[in-house]
């Protein structure tokens, strides 16, 4: 275990453990985003996740999902679009206003990122007891319930 003495958390003693078994769950997840092509930094695959979830999604709004800046964004949307999988757009509730949405290309790009990502998935649950993947997915999903909801209002992620 790669911890620094003990914390006064009642949980530490459980999440230690939960965080190095999500270690292969995690790897699994990145491995798949690294093989896409064109290959793309986890931030520019999450902005364009984030704008397929939100279509018409604003700059500053997207920053604030990614937890940086607007002008980064935008610097990062400039790469988007450049490679063809993002594009600008008048928002539809004011021409001043610039909506994200993703190109055809950024759509068929994040379905490839998915299909690895199942693909990836379905081998190692194939070696996992019928019980057990059930433990599995009740256990995540309780889990990602429990991340919404200590979300902060606005971030968030799903």
Do not use: K
Not at 50 to 59: D, E, S, T, V
Not at 80 to 109: F, Y
Request: net charge neutral.
């Amino acid at each position: 275990m790669d911890r620094e003495g003990p914390t006064d958390h009642p949980l530490t003693d459980f999440a230690v453990p939960v965080a190095e078994a999500a270690e292969a769950v995690a790897a699994a997840w990145t491995h798949s985003s690294r093989v896409s092509s064109p290959r793309l930094p986890a931030l520019q695959l999450e902005a364009l996740l984030i704008a397929r979830r939100n279509p018409g999604i604003n700059l500053t709004g997207l920053a604030e999902q990614v937890g940086t800046a607007p002008p980064a964004v935008s610097r990062l949307c400039d790469r988007l679009e450049a490679a063809g999988l993002l594009r600008r757009q008048p928002a539809r509730t004011s021409r001043r206003e610039i909506g994200l949405v993703l190109t055809p290309a950024g759509h068929d790009l994040i379905d490839a990122v998915f299909a690895r990502r199942y693909a990836a998935f379905g081998d190692v649950l194939q070696h996992m007891a019928p019980t057990e993947r059930a433990d599995l997915l009740a256990g995540l999903l309780a889990f990602s319930r429990a991340a919404h909801a200590a979300a902060p209002p606005g971030n968030e992620r799903g």
